[in-house]
Each structure stands twice: as C-alpha cells, then as structure tokens.
C-alpha cells in the first residue's frame, strides 16, 4: 500500500535553532517527491522538489535530502525563524501515467522567540 | 500575474445541502486539482482535470464531482452534505511544461452544522 509517513507530528524549537523533519515513504513506482510549507489558514507553498536522481537541493534555509534506497526524506531548517512556524506536508508522486499524489499528514513546527 | 483564486473563502451550510465551490487557474495553467484537508486525514486527493476532462480521481464518493471549463476555470459539487464533510477544500493549478510543480489557492473553508 502507498503511504507517506512524516515524523515527529509536532515540533517546537527556539527560534535561531536547526530542526529536521522527516519523511518515510512505500510509494512505487517512485516520481518525486516534494515538501510544502503551509501557513495556517492558507494553501501549501512548495519548497522543493526532487526526483529520483537527485539526493540534495536547497532553497535558502531549507535543505531537503532524499535516499531513494532507504525512502526516506528529511528537510532540514537552518537558524529557524518565527515565520518558519507552520505546518510541513512531504508529498510523492507515483510514477506511473496518472502520477498519482500521495501525502503525508504533515509535522506541525512552532518556532518560540 | 495572478496566483490561483478560490472563492467563496468561507462558507455555512447545513446537512443535506448541495455546494458549489469555484476556482480559477493561473493564467496559462490547464491542470486543476482539487483537495480536501481535514485535521484528522491531512490532505486528501479528490480529482484532476486537464483540457475540460478530468484525468484522475481519488477515493471519494460519487457526491463528490467536478468539471472544468474552456477557459481552465474549474467548480467542484458537492451535494447531500454531511458533516464529516467540514474541511478546507483546496484547489491547485499546474504549468503547462513542468507538472510537477503545483500552485495552490488559499482554500475554501466549508463548514456543515
């Protein structure tokens, strides 16, 4: 059965600190694999993507990696910030013709001043 | 250029009723999808339309419908209302050269009493 399973649920760090969020997934055939930040109240906003070949990338403060052996992803935020409070939703896209979204049911982050 | 718009932004309705939820693409974008995210389940897939016919479809049931128009614009139905139907209702818009990246609106907020 495909599933995307993100961890920890909740998070609450003190702003200026690193956390890292993670994914597991049992998608297959595999696509790609994305990671949302979404504010509350407002709809997702992507932050990365990656396929299959790509293990790395990067926008600004976030890193998000991917072992595609393992499936597993974890995004990373660097010198948190109080707007990085928000909810992170790990999404796979199946490879198949329909590409097929499958989503996690997202970790909540709050950053405390 | 414009982001994706949903309206209305908020509504009530009660058991039993019908609703139509609207959403209008970026410009360009021929794919619409919709969503439903509820605290419980995260968010869940409800259909895909490209070019007026609709090119996926998630686990829900036939109360459940869509259809896109000529000009991208998209409506989502939902009739015989019930109250596990609460949810924000999600609409997301993609390119015409990069379907991995979706955009998505701010949601309609869909309260059933």
């Known amino acids: 059965k495909n599933q995307v399973e993100q961890s920890p649920q909740s998070l609450i760090i003190l702003e200026g600190k690193n956390c890292t969020l993670q994914?597991?997934?049992?998608?297959?055939?595999?696509?790609?694999l994305r990671w949302y930040k979404q504010d509350t109240g407002r709809g997702p906003v992507s932050l990365t993507i990656m396929t299959f070949s790509e293990n790395t990338k990067s926008n600004g403060r976030y890193t998000a990696t991917l072992d595609a052996d393992t499936k597993q992803s974890s995004l990373h935020i660097t010198a948190s910030q109080l707007s990085d409070s928000a909810s992170y939703i790990c999404v796979v896209s199946e490879g198949s013709t329909l590409g097929r979204l499958y989503f996690g049911r997202g970790t909540q982050l709050t950053v405390w001043p | 250029k414009a982001g994706v718009t949903q309206t209305p932004r908020y509504l009530i309705k009660t058991r039993g009723q019908q609703v139509t939820l609207s959403c209008s693409p970026i410009s360009g974008h021929r794919s619409v999808s919709w969503y439903q995210q509820t605290p419980g389940q995260g968010l869940q897939f409800l259909f895909e339309y490209f070019s007026e016919t609709q090119r996926n479809k998630g686990n829900f049931p036939g109360r459940f419908s869509g259809r896109q128009f000529s000009n991208s614009r998209s409506e989502m139905n939902v009739s015989t209302l019930e109250l596990g139907d609460s949810a924000l209702y999600l609409c997301?818009?993609?390119?015409?050269?990069?379907?991995?990246?979706?955009?998505f609106g701010p949601g309609t907020r869909l309260t059933v009493t």
């Open positions: 994914c597991n997934y049992t998608v297959s055939p595999f696509s790609n």
């Open positions: 997301a818009s993609s390119t015409p050269t990069d379907s991995y990246e979706q955009y």
